[in-house]
């Protein structure tokens, strides 16, 4: 009997038919549905023709589609967080065990359902689709070529490059432009009022304020207290100057001859 005759009358019908119950049924249908349809494979999956698991995986990726999700907001985050959570981590554990017939032609095929994975508002998807990524690494790393190697980083910086949050590192608020112009601008006020280094004001030269030398003479007193009039004070002015002319003599006499 032909190969392709029996697969597509016998093995691709049931796949499809468990995939069509998958999108269209409840949760717990939908998840009995997608518990036999991947144990199907990993049971026979080592009788499948590499045509075969291109067919069979481009019905899987259908489960991922736009056209399948849900409108409601609701029911589409527990389709993602349900149904393509568990189909994906299915997904990953059959490619690892056949990696080496399915990674010639599904490798890329794999990585670009992962990166779509992640880019999704779902964060449990995303979360699974990075882990998904590190568990294949891990299981079949060993077994990767230069060529595979490059193209699982190229699908690494993918995902790095579509989850960076570039707006929030380029994020500024809206007052902070103003803020800092304004700060420039006292700044700038500030540094002109500011006296350089060294700078002495100059003096004030209001003469109201200088005092007069009568100022600082005080007014002369009796022993009693009383204030003494015209002709004491004349008499102790001519005191004061006799004893300045003494002192004046007295100093005169005191230096030594130096001639």
Known sequence: ???????????FPVMFELST?????????????LTVMFEIMKTYGH?????????LFGVIFRLFGEMKLPDSPSEKAEWMTTTCNHALYALMDVFTQFFEILSPVLLK??????????QQ???????????????????VGQQFTSDVWDTICACVYNIYKATVPEEL???QPANRLH???????????LHSETLPVGHIPPPNLDQSNVPTPSSHIPT??????????????????????GISKEDNQNESVDTPDTT
């Open 109 to 118: 095929n794999i990585l670009s359902q992962l990166l779509w994975c992640v």
């Open 179 to 189: 803020s800092t112009l304004s700060l420039g601008s006292s700044h700038s006020s």
């Open 220 to 241: 002369p007193t009796n022993v009693d207290g009383s204030t003494p009039n015209n002709q004491e004070i004349h008499n102790l002015q001519e005191g004061r100057q």
């Open 21 to 33: 119950i998958i999108a269209r049924c409840k949760l717990d249908v939908r998840t009995r549905g």
């Open 121 to 139: 508002d779902n964060e449990q998807l995303a979360r699974s689709g990075t882990n998904c990524l590190e568990n294949l690494a891990i299981s």
């Open 47 to 55: 009788l499948y023709l590499q045509h075969w698991w291109i067919d």
């Open 169 to 171: 590192l380029t994020w």
């Open 1 to 11: 009997y032909d190969s392709d005759k029996l697969w597509m009358k016998a093995w």
